[in-house]
Each structure stands twice: as C-alpha cells, then as structure tokens.
C-alpha cells in the first residue's frame, strides 16, 4: 500500500491513502517535503517553472530513461520505484554547485529567477537523456516549454549551449564533472529493477481507488472493479489535464505505465506497431529509426510534426493513446498525432478485454461508444516512397508549444510518379470543424490527375475554400484567416512537391517552412575600471542561488500547518447589482473553513491607497453594482488550494435585473459616442495650429493606431502570505510597492498601519503588475488570517489572474499629418485614447503618454498638436505594464512619421532624419547607427530579395526613442546600511524591492566602492517596513538608481563617522582593525539614508532599433532575423544587468507587438484567453536570431546617478520596429497581389493572422506558374 521513490537520492515511503488520490508531485515535492526549489506558476504544463526530472524504469526495454518531467502534471502515485530529481538536489551551498547552476549564473542568465530552476532541469534531463552528446541545435530546441518573462532568453540560451558538444561557446572548466551525474542506478535498491513492485489496489478516504496493473490482464481486472458510472481515467502521463482539466468525481485511477504491451513498439517490413502508452518521445525515437527504413521515410516527416507537439517535458510523458483519447473526448481538438496519423490511415488496436482485439480506423474508435475500451496500439503501414508522398503541417501562433491554429496531412498514391498522376489522395484538416476532417471533394477529385497540372491547380483551389468552411469558435482564430490558412497549407504542399521545372521560380520559397537558424547575440559595453566594482560587469548578487532554487520567493516560506489557502469568488454579471449571495454549497465542501464578503470588512472596502496614482476606490470586494467580468465579491479560505478554488465555484450570487448597457472596451464606447464615459487630459492642447498654405508637393494623411492591452504574465503569480503574529499581522507579499500594500491592509482591516508589518526578500517577476493588483490577494489573505487567526496562504491562478486582474491600459490614436515632400512635419495632431477600466487609477494619459509623445522629434507648439483621453470601461481597472503609457507615446509619433515616410514615398531613415529636434543627442546617433547596422544596403538587399520572392517576403524596421524618465514620482528610498565589526561585512537593506531587475547588486557594488570593500562582503537583506518605511514604489526604471544613491549616502555617513578613527590608526590599518577600534569607541556602525525627492532629476534616456524579419506570407509567421539596438545607458552601473534589461524589456516588446493576444466576450466582458494554452508571450525561439546590443559608450549622464542611466522599461519602446519591418514585408506582398498602395493599419499585436488578411492574398488565384 505504499509508494517508494527516491528524491534527490533520499528514499521516500507514503502510504498512498494519506494522499488525495490527485496529488502531484509538484505539491507533494513543495508541501510535503518542503523542497520549493520546484516551482509553479500555470499548473498545465506550459510554464516549466514546475520541471524536474524522473528516472524511470521502462517496463518493455529495463532500460532506466531519464527524462525531465512537469512536477504539476505528474501525479504522486504514478511515481512508484522512481528516481526524481530536483534542483536542490542537483547542487547547493552545501554540497556544492553543478555545472549548469554555475554557468547559467555566471553568463547572467537569472534576472528574477522564479523561472530559473524550471531551466536548469529540464537542460539537466536533456543531457541525462543523451549521456551529455547535445547539440546545440537541440539544447535551443528543448526549451519550447520554458517560459521567461525577464531575460529575452538570450543568456539563458548562451549558457545552455555551452554544454553542446559542437558548442562555440566558451565552456568554463567545472563542465567537465557533468559526467558524474549519468550514473543510472535503480531507484530503490541501488542496483538493477527486479521488477516485483506489484502492489495490491488501496482506497483512500476520498472513495478512489488507485491500480498498478503490470499486464493488459491486471488493466482489465481493475477496469472490472468500475461500476456502472463511475468515473474512471487510465493515468499514462496526465498530461491532458494540461489541456481539459479532469474531473473532480474520478472514482478510479488506473496507472497504465506499467503495462507492457502499452509501452512496447515493432518494425516490421510492412508495419510499424507503437504501444499505445508509448511517449511522444519514444515515439520519435522509433520515427528516426523507422525513417531508415522503406517504406517508412515518411517517418522523418512524422518527428518533425511531433516536434512542434506541446514541448519536451510534455511529450515525454504525454503518450499517444493520451492524446488521442482528448481528441475521442473532445472533437474540437486540434490533435496534431490525429490529423498525422488520420492522413497516413493510421489503424488502431483496441482491447474490449485482454483476450478480444480489434483493429479499425482512428475515426471508427473515435466514434465507438463502447465503454472501457483499451487503446492498444497503433498501427502505422510501410508507404514506399516510388509509390507514396506524404507531408504534414502546423501552423502556430508563435515558434513551439501553442496548438495549431490549424493543422494538415496530405498523402498522395502515384498510379504514375512520372506523370505525377494521381491514384488516391487523403487531405486532411485539423481544427476547422469538429465534422471535417477529410476534404473530400478535392480527395476525389485527384485521382487520374496530373497534380501539378495548372487546371487541377486551380480547381482545387476554386472548390476547396467552399468545402473548407471553418467553425467561429473564440479565442481560436477567425474562420476567415484558418480558411485561406488550410489553403495555403494545401497549397505549399504542393509547391514543395512539385518538379521544379513546374514551379515558378519566385514561387519556390513559397513551398517552404520558415527555418531558424542558431540564435546568437552580442553585448558592447564599456566599464569603467577605477570606479569598480561600478561599473563592472559582475555576476548578479543572487544569481547562484537562484539557478539552484535556493532564492525563496513568497509562496516558498512555510507557515504552520493549520494556514489556510485562499480563493475569490467572482461575479459575472457586469453591471447588475449583487442582491445576494449564498456560500452555503462552498461552505459545505469537505475541507472549506469560511467565505468572506464585502460585509465581513471591518475597515474600507478598498485595496488601494488613495492617492495621487489611485485616486479611486478599487474596491476589495464587488458590493453593489458589478463593475467587471470577474470582479471579485469574495473570499473562500479552505484547508488546501484546490478545494479553495473548486469551492469558490458553488457560491451562488443572486443579481437584480440590469437594463443597461455595457461597454467593455473602448471601441464601443467610441462607436457608440459615450462621451459621459471619455475624460480628456486637463494638458490637452486647445489652440488650434495655425498652419501655412499648402505647398506644391505637401502630402496629407491620416490613420489609426490601435494598441490592445497586454497582461504581464509574472512567473510568480499574484502571491501573499499573512500570518498573526503576537498581536501584529505579518505579511510576506509579492508587492513592488511595501508602503501602499501595509497601508491598504490597514484600512481594509481598520487597524494602526504599524500593526501591518510587511517583509519582501525577492519578487518573481512584476513589471507593473504588483505595484498595485497585488493589494486584491494580500488585502483577502489578511482579512482571512485576521479572521480566522490563522497564516492565510492566497496564490492566484493563471485563470484568476487573467480574469480579475487589470493588464497594460489599450490604446488607440487618432493622427493626422501634414509634411513636405521631404518629409518634415509641418502639422502632426493626435487625438488619442487609453482604456482605463471601470476606474482612472493608474492613469497614464497625462503623466506618461503625454509627455513621451514629441519623441526624439522637433515637433513644436507651430506644428504639434496632441489630445489624450482616458476611456472608462466595464473591465477590470487598467494598470501599469513595463514602460506604461510612454510605449504607446512613442509607438503613436513612431506610427505617424513611418505614414508620412510612406506617403511620401520616402526613406524612413530619411524622414526621421529631416524631423529631428536640432541639437538633440539622436542628431548625432542617428547617422552612425545607420551606418553601423549598413541599413541602406540592408534595405536595398531586402527589395530585391522581395523582387524574387513572391511568397517569403522581408522587412526592416527602424525605432527611435526618447524616453522620458520622470523622477518626480521618487520621493523617499529608505536604506539602511550596517557593518559587523566581528569581520567587517556588511549587509544592507532598502525600501525597494529586487524584482529581478538588479537593485540588490547594484546597492551592493556600490556599497562596496564607497566602504572600499570587497563585493562579496556585502550582503542585501530582504526589505521590511521597519528600515523601508514609507518607500516609494518599484517602478518606472527608477528605484536602482535612487536605492544606490541613497546607499552612497549611508555609506558616506559610515565613512565620515570612521575617518576619525582611520586618521589615529594611520593608513596601514585594515579594514578590520579600523572597525574593531570604532567598535570599542562607540562608533555607531549602523546608517539610514534616503534618496530624496530631487536629488536625481528628470532626463531622457536615447535608444535606437533596426529589426529585420522575414515573413512567411502564406502563413503569416516570421522569423525575426536580426536585431540592434543602441541605448544610452550612461555610465553603466552594471553592465550584465542592463544588457539583460534591455534584452529582456525587448523581447516583452516583441511579445506585446506580435504573439500576446487578448480575447474577450465582448457581450459579456468575459475574457476568453486566459491561460498559458491561449496565451502566448514570446518563447526561447522567438527571440532574434542575431541579437546585437549595445550600450552606448562616452557617454556620461550628467544628472544621474554616477552618470548613468536607468534600463529597466525602455527598450520596450524600441520593439515597435518590428511593426515597421512587418508593414515594408507586407507591402511587397501587396504589391504583388496586385492591390493599391496603402497604408495598413498594423497595430498590438499584429499576429499571423493580421499578415495573412492584409496580404492580399487570394486563394482562388494559388497556382504553381
Ligand atoms: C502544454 C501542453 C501543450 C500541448 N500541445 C499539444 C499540441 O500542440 N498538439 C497536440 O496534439 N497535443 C498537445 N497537447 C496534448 C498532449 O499531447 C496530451 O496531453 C498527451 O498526449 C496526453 O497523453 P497522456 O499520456 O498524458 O494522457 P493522460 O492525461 O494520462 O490521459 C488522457 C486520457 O487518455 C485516456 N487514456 C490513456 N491511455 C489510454 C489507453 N491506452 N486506452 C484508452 N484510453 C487511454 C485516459 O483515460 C484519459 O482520459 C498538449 C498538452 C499540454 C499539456
Ligand atoms: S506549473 Fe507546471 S508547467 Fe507551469
Ligand atoms: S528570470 Fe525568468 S521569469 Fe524572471
């Protein structure tokens, strides 16, 4: 009755009854064994903040496979007689560091570090998988389902690499000791499996039964103990609940790893068997073995389509029966080993019990009701490649781990290869409607055609778009774009096909998919070697730690074993007004301690401060009128989080009838002239331009710029942990902002603010999203924990965060334009909008669009006119997001100047170049980068490549920025700054908070220039509202440069304080015995500084980008093929750091410009994409394939702090290049369509979709000459 595994080499025995028959590892790793360095963030296997790795014994081979796995998918007992590893256990302070912890924390590859760990183990499982022999094609390519937010994965990449065996990147020597690690032992006695580990079926208290079965004969004995009813699952690698989560009510859980005939495979010459529990990584395996075969050379094909299945760690617990089981349960899913397997007429065999077997086709057992049939095996013909020709396909939103937008087999019988005559044909689809799979009519069409016969070309493309009718079906893509889609799949399939003589030449590339090279990148900067540790480009303070899982986050610390978890409640009626609400069927679940609503607030129902940010309530709990989809209306507290959350779906809410009409976005209100609903900017220009007459040659234009919302998408999720302590509420939250978190807490609970004491070590990740938002969990676990008198535990989910949560405010612009024919502006207006959300917290129009609109350009009171307005809306209250409203500012005049560029008919360099402000610093920057980055060959190389290209087109880009970094808003950074006489180190604490941005490393570096001691002697200490009283927030790229400059001060107080005694003990005295001397003369040895408003004052921060990208036109992806960008850093304070923001804030940019894309019911308000499946922030292959940065060199910032510049959001803006390289790509394609010349409305995010639509591309008109 018990499970044995081992973890990090410690044997572990539980009896499986004392664990919900659902615990995964991931919970039982953290909880239970309190080993944290495995995170979690989606719980669906699409973040990697979860992967460790198992050894496990395969029960067909013996052979003991290492594979890395998703903690939060893998379930507890499913891991009888293995071997796990995590991240702690792969090195630490104590036992050491490994290898990959230490390169990936030398080459600067942490930023917060909350995903790092997740990285480190999946790169460990990828290189126990290969005995070490990796190539770096393949470490690039393993990486699909890790999600980085912060570093732009470049380092990350770089780090990883260096372990491949054809690596040329530098290896340091500790990589030499990774052999150690391959030593495959069996988990549990150390020596080779017996494979006796049968155990009898248990039952625990919540009525499941849990089986092992060993033979298809044990999986039909459990099988036989389901009644009629009964819900019952074969656990292979349940990882479909990544996809559909599972039922609550399973009654029995049947593991079928152990199962041989479901795990073994054949090739014969006529046949390949694979097992129906046989992984997508066996699976592959046996492809590239079956590939060297006749007959199965289509099986090269198959790898390449199940290597854009899900991601790594997925595919190799995922299994094919798994998969095609979701696709039996849920017809709408765009399974990609279905519409493979369904196109090469892949058989299956199915078991109605261990002796009866079945063969049919996929769609037979796809529609066979019979229950508990077990999938045995599929089986997979020989198509000899004289007679057969086969081609798969997948489109996807962006580089791996997205399902298909849509998906495609094609196989075609030869009756005559020469004449390319056609015998039979299957074309199939996936993911345009549940009933369409095989088009039929182009499948009976082919057979005795030539296939690449003009006419048979074009009466496919004629019928096909009629058959071919895709279901709506939101957030999934518009029918429209998967329509023309499945065209061009068909289409491509055969341009790549067909003799080349038969295809015309700039066709050609049209046939193929778009390849990524190698990713690469380089960083200039310069240091500064007499002001080091300044300026020198060290190694984050805790990066180690980090890249060990030793770095603690909130949701990391224990509280005592009675806290409680936490889950809202939500309304979902936008506008009606609560009448009642009823928990009675929450409260009674097993396991549900309270619900709490907006009467049980014994203060203000308000999670924000009232200030100059907030200037209205945002309130806690909805307690009339609802004002979103999703707003919160209360709080469960139960003994574990998923029956929190489950729990918090019975409460029933009762709403009085709504009239009214809603508007959940701006759109609406603006087609509907709501003007009640629009506030204009108190800093709108009023006086019109007084403009001089038209001149011969003058253009005139106007257009939209229309910039959706972006959610931030932390790794650490919206986390708080409050815990009565004495007769104070101690609060560990994941907060940016400590002062407005305690004071919210405070009033919400009507209590002295010193009675709230908040203490924050690190945060996972933030960029806006936890200055304010994080106040709505930490104000609910601290009325629960004050309540109850318990520590309340209250992590959001990926869902509650997406649906509750305000995200980057949208925005739209209105301009218009006069120029010369040179270009030079003589009247730019624009009248812009930003949506605020049902209230103008935060707001960004006056205070960060306004003032970043001018740009780099001279745009003046004579030919400048700008109006913002905030649009109040039903959704959630809009909230800061990386570089808030200066991105859109910048992106809005950078949109108008490429118009006018293009109106004019002119260069857009030469555009910029006429309408620069004379004198500024980009006059200079300007022609040199132009020149450093060879644009104007560059350009001309891309029009004539567009020339011969009618299918593939490319673009450049180019994006100039000024941002505005406005200090006003820094009035207090609190620091405190200590040193131990015992040694003379020194630890330091600040009112900011390290969000993986480096204000601990730079506090430290210069703590230690100016105490002149050595770095690692200086420790950064977790923030608290004791020494971090009244801090300001952490945000707007600032607080690094205040925190260090309130450092230098404490540092100058000890420094004066010491001199006295330094000058008695003359200059040969150490450090040591200049602090043991101060110590016994009372020399306090303990100083608190703050940054004060002013003393670092407004300045602008320069950058330049050029982004080219090479666009597939048929499908709407890109490669994004080289980036620069030049930024004016100042004097660097930390070189690796800012290298690494800018990085990072980049490909952000890229995320929000391209993949990210929000989808609402826009009747109800409800926000459809709302988890890592729908949702799609860029990932490791995203990125640019050449990455160059540099930080601008000589050039001091005369008012910053040691004459730098701060990094943090503003690279963000220069991401809006790549709508630029997308408009020049798409233009071409335009061109050759044969449509007008005009400008095309491409705003965020300009998705596959947005380039298929715009290409002008018509399907009927597909042909191969
Ligand atoms: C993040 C993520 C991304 C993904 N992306 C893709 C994608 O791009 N394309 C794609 O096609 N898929 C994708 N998937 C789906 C993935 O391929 C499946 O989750 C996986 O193959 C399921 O296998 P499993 O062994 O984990 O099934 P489990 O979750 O263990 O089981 C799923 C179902 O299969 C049934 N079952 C299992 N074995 C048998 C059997 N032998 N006979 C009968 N029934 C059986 C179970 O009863 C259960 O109902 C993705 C999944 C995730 C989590
Ligand atoms: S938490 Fe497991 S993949 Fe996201
Ligand atoms: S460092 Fe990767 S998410 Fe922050």
Known sequence: MSIKFNVNGFPYEVQAADYAPDTTLN???????????????????????????IRRRHPVSQEVQSRAANSCLTLLNTCDDVDIMTDEGL?????????????????????????????????????????????????????????????????????????????????????????????????????SCKGSCSRPPLRDQSGSHWYWPKSLAELFSALGQVGNGELYILVAGNTAHGVYRRPRDIKHFIDVNLVPELRQYSIEADQ?????????????????????????????????????????????????????????????????VFITFEALDVHVLVYDNPSTQRVMTLLSYLGDTTPKLVLGGFILKAYPKERFLFRSYKILPRAQNVHAYVNAGFLIEWQDIQRRIVRSARICFGNIRPDYIHDEQVEQLLPGKDLYDPATVAQIFQQLPASLQPEERPPEASPEYRQILACSLLYKFLLSTAPKERVRDSYRTGGLLLERPLSSGSQTFETIKK????????????????????????????????????????????????????PSAAL?????????????????????PVDQFTPEVDELFAAGQVKYYDQPLGVVAALTHDTAVYAATLVVVTYARYQGKIYTSMSQVLAEKQTDRIVCSKNNHVEPLKLP??????????????????????????????????????????????????????????????????QVRRVGGAYGAKVTRCNMVACAAALVASKLRRPARFVQTIESMMESNGKRWACRSDYEFRARASGSIIMLTNNYYEDAGCNLNENVVDFLT???????????????????????????????????????????????????????????????????????????????????????????????????????????????????????????????????????????????????????????????????????????EASNTVSGANSMLTANSMTSEMVGLAVRKACDTLNKRLAPVKERLGANATWLQVLQAAYLQSVFLVATESYKLGDIPNYNIYGLSLTELEVDILTGNHLIRRVDILEDAGES?????????????????????????????????????????????????????????????????????????????????????????????????????????????????????????????QVEAFALQ
């Open 1133 to 1257: 304070l930390s070189p690796h750091i800012d290298v690494g923001q800018v990085e990072g804030a980049f490909v952000m940019g890229l995320g929000y410009y391209l993949t990210e894309l929000l989808v609402y019911d826009r009747q109800t308000g409800r926000i459809l994409t709302n988890r890592t499946w729908n949702y799609h922030p860029p990932g490791a292959k995203d990125i640019p394939i050449d990455f160059r940065i540099e930080l601008l060199q000589k050039s001091p910032n005369p008012v910053g702090f040691m004459r730098s510049k701060a990094t943090g959001e503003p690279a963000l803006c220069l991401a809006v290049g790549v709508l630029f390289a997308m408009q020049h790509a798409i233009q071409s394609a335009r061109k050759d369509a044969g449509l007008p010349r005009e400008w095309v409305r491409l705003g965020a995010p300009t998705t596959p979709e947005t380039v298929v639509l715009n290409s002008g591309s």
């Open 272 to 336: 390949l068997l694979l097992g129906g529990n046989v992984t997508l990584t066996d699976a592959m395996q046996v492809f590239l073995l079956a590939a060297k075969r006749p007959g199965f050379e289509y099986c090269a094909q198959l790898w390449q389509h199940f290597n854009l299945i899900a991601n790594v760690p997925v595919r190799n617990n995922g299994t094919l029966a798994g998969n095609i089981s979701i696709k039996k349960q849920h017809f709408e899913f765009p399974s990609d």
């Open 850 to 1020: 306004m003032p970043s609109l001018r740009n780099v350009y001279n745009l003046t009171d004579s030919n400048f006119r700008a109006k913002g307005n905030a649009i109040r809306t039903d959704a959630p209250s809009s909230t800061w997001c990386r570089a808030p409203g200066t991105a859109e500012g910048i992106a809005m005049t950078e949109t108008a100047v490429e118009h006018i560029a293009f109106t004019c008919q002119l260069d857009p360099a030469d555009v910029r170049l006429v309408n620069l402000q004379p004198g500024s610093k980009m006059v200079q920057l300007l022609p040199r980068f132009l020149a450093s980055t060879e644009y104007r060959k560059r350009r001309t190389q891309i029009n004539l490549f567009n020339s011969q290209n009618r299918w593939r087109k490319r673009g450049i880009g180019l994006a100039l920025m000024s941002f505005p970094l406005n200090t006003t808003v820094g009035l207090n950074y609190p620091v405190t700054v200590a040193i131990y006489h015992e040694d003379g180190s020194v630890v330091l604490s600040h009112g900011g908070i390290e969000i993986g941005q480096g204000v601990n490393t730079k506090a430290a570096q210069v703590a230690a220039l100016v105490l002149g001691v050595p770095l690692d002697q200086v420790r950064v």
């Open 693 to 758: 007459p038209l001149a011969p040659g003058d253009v005139l234009g106007r257009g939209i710029l229309e910039l959706e919302s972006q959610y931030h998408f932390t790794m650490e999720p919206q986390t708080t942990i409050a815990v009565p302590l004495d007769n104070i509420l101690q609060v560990f939250c994941a907060t940016q902002w400590m002062d407005a978190t305690q004071g919210a807490i405070a009033k919400m609970l009507g209590v002295s603010v010193n009675s709230i004491q908040l």
């Open 588 to 608: 009674q679940c097993k396991g549900v301690l309270a619900f709490y609503s907006a009467k049980d607030i014994p203060g203000s129902n308000n999670f924000v």
């Open 531 to 582: 002001n080091y540790p300044v300026t020198q480009p060290v190694q984050k303070l805790e990066g180690l730690i980090q890249c060990s899982g030793e770095a603690t986050y909130m949701n990391d610390l224990l509280t005592t074993s009675n806290a409680v978890h936490c889950a809202f409640v939500t309304a979902k009626r936008v506008g009606a007004t609560i009448v009642q609400i009823d």
């Open 27 to 53: 919970a039982f790793l953290r909880e239970h064994l309190h080993l944290t360095a495995t995170k979690y963030m989606c719980l669906e296997g699409g973040c990697g903040s979860c992967v460790c790795v």
């Open 91 to 191: 090195g630490n302070q104590v036992s050491g560091y490994h290898p990959i912890q230490k390169r990936l924390a030398q080459m600067n590859g942490t930023q917060c570090g909350y995903c790092t760990p997740g990285f480190v183990m999946n790169m460990y499982g990828l290189l126990e998988q290969h005995g070490g022999q990796v190539s770096m094609s393949q470490v690039e390519d393993a990486f699909g389902g890790n999600l980085c937010r912060c570093t732009g994965y470049r380092p990350i990449l770089d780090a990883m690499k260096s372990f491949a065996v054809d690596s040329t990147i530098e290896v340091p020597p500790e990589c030499v000791d990774i052999e150690d690690s391959f030593e495959l032992l069996c988990p549990r006695t150390g020596q």
